[in-house]
């Protein structure tokens, strides 16, 4: 092996260890450790004995390649599934709209991964606003149990939250779970607007509303596995 072909490193001499080490990390790549007065003209030739580890310590760290776009986007929630027919194009940016019933057409530069799949997420967004705010609002005037406010976002750690002043965030990736999941997520919120906390008065409230609550919080906690890769 050439010299150019080996991979890029850097050096680090450390008092602590007695001879060359070897390490791996996202946030600094292949790095050489050795001790204060080592032969550097020797990594070289450590390097080459050791190729096979580092390519695979390497292969460990690099990105995951982006999701591959979907031929179809499916709803649970509001049970819809639209299929998706790719178009590249010549078209710098890319495009999502609607076909017809069911059907939507990705068109221009969809070969960028990045904004192929953001396109995806605005749609989803989009469906979010148009088909779980207003089932929130039904749900809070069925329940009496008015909101100030009721927001969208995309929440990596969290289905929903609610303030003391009634103002309730939604994950808009609720779109991916079946509707009785999202129908515990609206009431969890709701019942936050008459105890912001998890004491007995709230769960007394909330099992009065639905009396299989704990049940659902515990299928909740898995179903963030419901959620695809694009999304």
């Known amino acids: 092996m050439a010299q150019e072909d080996l991979p890029a490193y850097t050096v680090r001499e450390h008092h602590m260890v007695r001879g060359p080490r070897l390490r791996?990390?996202?946030?600094?790549?292949?790095?050489?450790?050795v001790p204060p007065g080592f032969d550097r003209r020797r990594i070289p030739g450590l390097l080459r004995r050791e190729r096979p580890?580092?390519?695979?310590?390497?292969r460990g760290i690099a990105p995951p390649?982006?999701?591959?776009?979907?031929?179809?986007?499916?709803?649970?929630?509001l049970g819809e599934v639209w299929r998706v027919r790719v178009a590249p194009g010549p078209d710098l940016g890319v495009t999502l709209r609607r076909e017809g019933p069911g059907r939507l057409l990705l068109s221009g530069a969809v070969d960028d991964a990045a904004l192929a799949l953001e396109?995806?997420?605005?749609?989803?967004?989009?469906?979010?606003?148009a088909g779980l705010i207003p089932w929130f609002l039904r749900t809070s005037a069925e329940e009496r149990l008015p909101?100030?406010?009721?927001?969208?976002?995309?929440?990596t750690s969290r289905w929903g939250s609610c303030t003391?002043?009634?103002?309730?965030?939604?994950?808009?990736?609720?779109?991916?779970?079946p509707p009785r999941l999202v129908r515990y997520v609206f009431l969890h919120e709701l019942c936050h607007t008459l105890r912001c906390d998890h004491s007995p008065a709230f769960w007394g409230a909330l099992l009065a509303r639905e009396p299989e609550a704990r049940a659902l919080a515990r299928e909740l906690r898995g179903a963030a596995s419901l959620v695809p890769p694009w999304a």
């Open 24 to 33: 791996v990390s996202g946030a600094r790549g292949l790095e050489v450790v």
């Open 53 to 58: 580890w580092i390519e695979e310590a390497l």
């Open 65 to 77: 390649p982006p999701p591959a776009i979907p031929n179809d986007l499916a709803f649970p929630a």
């Open 119 to 129: 396109a995806l997420r605005r749609f989803g967004r989009a469906r979010a606003r």
């Open 147 to 155: 909101v100030s406010r009721v927001t969208l976002r995309g929440q």
């Open 164 to 177: 003391a002043s009634g103002a309730v965030s939604l994950n808009w990736k609720l779109l991916f779970l």
